[in-house]
């Protein structure tokens, strides 16, 4: 039993964003079918490929536990077929650019006359507003989302971060929206849209920025390691570094070995209450009592004596070293880890949170499985579907069609496969 055994999606999503959102309703169990273009596919199998005419990690490592079918959902054929799913699913999702659908010829008030207890949901770059129209990827969230101008170093241009804050994280949010709107229907026996843009996404995490924001209009952000530095601040939030993002002063400081390798390094933050058990630590019991150092507030304006400091102790020892010796103190601290230290961890792979998955094209491969665990619903995680390897099964199975209907269907060429 899977939390959402029964359920049938419709997944008609490209790229990071929709296929993220799908990914996970199917490992909490839902029936995924993605559709795809006939002959193209997703144009993430070809893109970023590391073996040649096999399908690319990056499309396999975002449609786990999917099957696929191809159809070319713009001839009349086509768009039969189509209808016939939107009628038996209970979820649609799509993230193609704005209108797409309706160019389709599947507007929302359409879809709804097919079945009117479908969920439609999509993920859009942008909400109602002057940019609706624009196409969005990553990046542009990022930047349009808060994310960009507030990350970085203060004397460097806007960053954006590694985490795929606008694709993954709207997927996340999507499917958040539609489970709720799952439980809704449960109630009033309808459907509804469901919509979540990038650039809303990004903001939502980025909520701390803006509570900055309206900090700074009352005065200077006196945790922002600029404040000790006696930089003045400007009227908006600035890029704070590697500085924490809450009330409990954090750094990356060097560990042993920093000059040759470039993760050499631990996150430490200087928690209040075990403010005494760090003096201890990096021997230095005068600051204890000092009046200068004995208060988070007395501490703010020396933040960076204080984590130089603290370096020049954290140098001397390993980021585990380091590790191991605050843990036990409880002093919040964590190494930075790499993405082969990541991929190489055992208790990641003993938690599923790393899988390694075989590929009937491609073999052996690593993959993130799901970062939720239910008890009641356990993951098991499937490979990615080839392009088109459910056609038939789709068609007869869940569609109901005869062979000589699928026969029609294939020789019209709306299956790609004439
Ligand atoms: N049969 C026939 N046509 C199909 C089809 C199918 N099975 N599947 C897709 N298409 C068509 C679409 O209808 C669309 O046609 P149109 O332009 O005539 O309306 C076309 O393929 C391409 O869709 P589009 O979404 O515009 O793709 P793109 O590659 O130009 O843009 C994005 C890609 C991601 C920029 C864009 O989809 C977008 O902005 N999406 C919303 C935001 C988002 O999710 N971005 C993050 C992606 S990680």
Redesign the pocket.
């Known amino acids: 039993m899977k939390a959402l055994q029964g359920i049938k999606i419709l997944d008609?999503?490209?790229?990071?964003?929709?296929?993220t959102c799908t990914q996970l309703l199917a490992w909490f169990g839902a029936d995924v079918i993605k559709?795809?273009?006939?002959g193209i596919g997703d144009?993430t199998r070809s893109q970023l490929r590391d073996i040649d005419n096999v399908d690319s990690l990056y499309f396999t490592m975002l449609n786990h536990n999917k099957k696929s079918i191809?159809?070319?959902?713009?001839?009349a054929e086509?768009k039969k077929v189509?209808e016939d799913l939107i009628a038996k699913s209970d979820v649609m999702v799509e993230?193609?650019?704005?209108?797409?659908?309706d160019?389709?010829g599947f507007p929302w008030e359409y879809i709804q006359k097919l079945n009117d207890k479908i969920i439609v949901a999509?993920?859009?770059?942008f909400g109602p507003g002057p940019y609706e129209d624009?196409?969005?990827?990553?990046n542009i969230?990022q930047c349009t989302g808060g994310a960009a101008a507030t990350t970085g170093f203060l004397d460097g241009p806007p960053l954006v971060t590694g985490a795929q804050i606008?694709?993954s994280g709207?997927g996340l949010h999507l499917a958040l929206g539609i489970v709720t709107a799952l439980f809704q229907r449960e109630k009033t026996k309808k459907g509804q849209k469901v919509s979540a843009s990038?650039q809303d996404g990004v903001i939502n995490l980025c909520r701390v920025k803006l509570r900055d924001q309206q900090r700074l209009e009352k005065g200077p952000l006196t945790e922002y390691s600029q404040y000790g530095k006696g930089i003045p601040f400007g009227t908006s939030t600035p890029r704070a570094g590697n500085d924490s993002g809450g009330g409990q002063p954090g750094w990356i400081l060097k560990c042993k070995g920093w000059e040759n390798d470039p993760n050499s390094y631990v996150y430490f933050i200087t928690q209040a209450p075990v403010w005494e058990k760090i003096c201890k630590l990096i021997n230095k019991l005068e600051w204890v009592n000092d009046k200068g150092y004995s208060t988070p507030a007395s501490r703010l304006d020396k933040l960076t004596e204080i984590f130089e400091t603290i370096e020049d102790w954290t140098k001397t020892k390993t980021k585990y070293e380091v590790t191991e010796l605050c843990d036990p103190e409880g002093i919040p601290c964590g190494p930075i880890l790499s993405m082969k230290e990541i991929s190489e961890d055992q208790s990641l792979r003993d938690t599923g949170t790393i899988v390694e998955i075989d590929h009937p094209e491609r073999g052996k491969y690593l993959s993130v499985g799901c970062p939720i665990k239910l008890s009641e619903s356990p993951v098991d995680v499937e490979r990615s579907p080839l392009l088109g390897e459910h056609n038939i099964e789709i068609l007869q199975d869940l569609l109901g069609y005869n062979e000589d209907k699928i026969n029609l269907i294939q020789s019209s060429g709306a299956l790609g496969d004439k």
């Not at 008609?12 to 296929?19: A, D, E, L, R, Y």
């Not at 559709?35 to 006939?38: A, G, M, Y």
């Not at 999509?122 to 770059?125: A, C, F, M, P, V």
């Open positions: 008609f999503t490209h790229v990071q964003s929709g296929p559709l795809e273009r006939p144009a191809t159809l070319n959902t713009k001839t086509g189509l993230n193609f650019s704005p209108g797409a659908l160019r389709m999509s993920i859009k770059g624009c196409k969005v990827y990553e969230a606008g694709d709207t990038m």
